[in-house]
């Protein structure tokens, strides 16, 4: 079965270099990448197989899974591992290169070839990787009894996760690389361009959106016992192309519907597809020091490092020569919705810039023999006055009309959600004003987003509304309740810290907790042991029961808050 | 249009940030973290006794400039009581020994040191923990 898959994965390659190899071989290139597409496919199932089954003579399943391991860890093993969550990478990779195959029709032959030759370039580098650095399928003799097991910090649903989700959104941002390079060397930036690479760069950012949230929140309850953001540099390496995303998401729209920003979209196509490899390279090369250093190999980072220079090297060279025979897009006033969007793109890009320095100084400044790790003290400073721009940017700037518009329209409509919003600030005033203007402003500018949100439904039968518009009124309403949500935490949190024997009890914000008994329990392949905690307030009473973990197979200790 | 240059902008970028992950993978790694705090002064403190019969402890004890050990402890940390005999031995061979308790109870406090042995000479109560913030102690036990 191993040698099967690997021998799928190799013919794949194989596959990959015929489709790279040239225009007048066009012809090849749509069923190649159906082909290549399929052949992944077994490859990838073949490897979930393996791990299923548990088969010890494959060195990546007895380093990575255990016979004792629950089920749903054994499959999430699979790409709980580096070699196996490349082999997942290039099989989405391959696997939406045959969707475009398939499924685009609107734009003309000549582009998508282009862009499938690209995208098969993409794919020849990481079968390469793949292969030659991170075989998956590589044998173990003699094979072991038991396996390794799987660090049990990553034995947990929010992993089950969190990779893949990030992998879709990575892939879906390279198949807006491929795009934008395919329509660089066709010359062809248009709106037709742009309808094609947005459905990919709209489910890219959604599974990025899905993938951070999911890798939060695991941080929240078996990492950070209750942080959700730490600015870590792997962190901001997810954020990074999630920043780059949303900016071209919009910018796409605009060049989709109203034909301007011709340059722009392609250019941040190429950057939200470097910061998704330059996410990858973080995380693989223990560059900087992170709490993902569990994945770390600096020979496998310089590979990955190569083909990033090699990609994205190449299409900001070929935007330099090419861009200039692209067409100057349509024009538009300072006061509209392209110009909101353009605003957006520069606000967003502007925190993509402060967190790309935040994140790479330390490296710097390793150079000239300094040590420093920077972290929220730097990222919150610089980040939320422009996020807080952002987002009164947001309360008006769907509401204006394309091309041009008259500030006394739009202001008609600002009363509902200015009024919201000074109530809120008004309210968390009383709350505590001690919480500092950023979280006032925060929470005040969250209310009033969260208003202005609905009101590109106004006047809009509900039933006949199209879905991008209440995809976007989600959205925005989304961020109104995450900001929300971050201000109160950032303003209104209490921690008490306590040493307690049984029978004791503390008061912490209200509630009073009460330790009444710690118990050993068993589980699957640990045993822990495990607290009783009866918390209440206001006659409402609860259970909550912490553990410590130690697992057997590898042996190692884990916390785990009451969930 | 703008300058042409500006369209190499990006390249550049790219050259600058790919030659800086170039270094950072061919330097040498050094993971050793050296604490910001050597070679500063202590802080002025003043602590409470943590246990009937031992005195607290201030920054004056330290005032004469000979070198001493300082030990963070707390009577319900394990790893404390497996250091215990350590530190016993240390204080017999002449060791001068001050231990900060923290988040204790007197009560705790007098029962641990009947328990594990009292290597210390004064012993100060951190109740909050905030002495040893100051101090660059993240953890304990923490002998410095």
């Known amino acids: ?563 | 249009m703008t300058g042409r240059w500006k369209l190499w902008l990006p390249l550049a970028i790219l050259a600058f940030i790919g030659g800086l992950s170039l270094y950072g993978l061919t330097a040498p790694k050094d993971d050793f973290v050296r604490s910001q705090m050597i070679g500063q002064k202590l802080p002025a403190f003043q602590l409470p006794p943590a246990t009937d019969g031992i005195e607290g402890l201030s920054s004056a004890d330290f005032a004469d400039g000979r070198p001493r050990l300082l030990n963070f402890f707390g009577s319900w940390c394990v790893p404390c009581k497996i250091e215990a005999p350590q530190l016993e031995a240390l204080a017999s061979a002449g060791v001068e020994i001050h231990g900060i308790a923290l988040r204790d109870r007197p009560e705790n406090v007098a029962l641990f040191l009947k328990q594990y042995g009292n290597p210390f000479r004064r012993i100060g109560a951190d109740a909050d923990m905030r002495l040893q913030v100051q101090l660059g102690s993240s953890g304990f036990p923490r002998p410095m």
């Open chain 1, 1 to 563: 079965m191993a040698g099967c898959g690997h021998g799928i994965a190799a013919i794949g390659r194989r596959v990959a270099a015929l489709a790279g190899k040239g225009t007048e071989l066009s012809v090849v290139v749509t069923p190649a990448a159906i082909a290549q597409g399929a052949l992944c496919l077994i490859s990838f199932a073949a490897l979930v197989y393996l791990f299923a089954v548990t088969d010890l003579s494959v060195l990546l399943v007895a380093n990575n899974s255990h016979i004792d391991k629950p089920l749903i860890f054994k499959l999430a093993g699979t790409w709980g591992n580096h070699e196996g969550s490349m082999l997942l990478w290039v099989t989405v990779l391959t696997f939406s290169g045959a969707a475009i195959a398939l499924l685009e029709k609107r734009l003309d032959r000549r582009t998508i070839a282009a862009t499938l030759m690209v995208q098969a370039l993409l794919a020849l580098g990481f079968f390469a990787f793949l292969l030659f650095s991170s075989n998956p399928f590589e044998r173990l003799v003699p094979a072991p009894q038991s396996g390794a097991g799987l660090n049990p910090l990553l034995q947990d649903i929010g992993l089950a996760f969190h990779p893949p989700t990030l992998y879709f959104g990575y892939v879906g941002l390279s198949v807006a690389f491929s795009f934008a390079v395919g329509a660089l060397l066709t010359g062809k930036v248009g709106p037709a361009f742009a309808r094609a690479m947005r459905p990919w760069v709209l489910l890219a950012w959604i599974f990025l959106t899905i993938g951070i949230t999911a890798g939060s929140y695991w941080a929240y309850y078996e990492l950070g016992w209750g942080g959700w953001w730490f600015w870590d540099p792997v962190e901001n390496a997810s954020l990074l192309p999630w920043l780059a995303a949303t900016a071209l998401l919009h910018s796409v729209s605009v060049l989709a519907t109203r034909d301007a920003l011709r340059a722009w979209t392609v250019m941040l196509a190429l950057v939200a597809f470097a910061m998704s490899m330059a996410g990858t390279f973080l995380v693989r090369s223990g560059i900087l020091t992170s709490v993902h250093a569990f994945a770390v190999d600096p020979q496998r980072g310089a590979f990955i490092l190569a083909l990033l220079l090699f990609y994205v090297g190449g299409a900001f060279t070929l935007f330099a020569l090419r861009i200039g025979t692209v067409a100057q897009g349509k024009t538009f006033r300072l006061l509209s919705r392209e110009g909101a969007i353009v605003g957006n793109n520069i606000l967003l890009s502007t925190i993509l810039g402060i967190v790309l320095i935040g994140t790479l100084y330390p490296l710097l400044a390793e150079m000239f023999g300094d040590k420093v790790s920077v972290g929220p003290p730097y990222f919150n400073k610089a980040t939320v006055p422009i996020a807080l721009l952002l987002m009164l940017l947001l309360v008006f700037g769907p509401m204006l009309r394309w091309r041009r518009d008259e500030a006394g329209r739009v202001s008609r409509y600002m009363i509902a959600p200015v009024v919201a919003g000074l109530v809120a600030m008004l309210i968390a005033y009383l709350v505590g004003s001690a919480a500092g203007l950023f979280v006032l402003l925060s929470i005040g500018l969250a209310a009033a987003l969260a208003v202005a949100s609905f009101l590109p439904l106004f006047g809009r039968r509900l039933s006949r509304t199209p879905l991008t518009i209440w995809g976007m009124v989600i959205a925005h309403f989304g961020l109104a309740v995450t900001v929300l949500g971050m201000a109160s935490e950032a303003g209104y949190s209490s921690e008490r810290l306590a040493a307690m024997a049984t029978g004791d009890s503390e008061t912490v914000a209200g509630w009073t907790v009460k330790l009444k008994e710690v118990g050993p329990v068993v589980g699957d392949n640990w045993v822990a042991m495990e607290g009783l905690f009866e918390v209440s307030r206001n006659g409402k009473t609860d259970e909550m029961k912490p553990q410590s973990r130690t697992f057997f197979s590898p042996e190692q200790q884990r916390r785990r808050p009451p969930c």
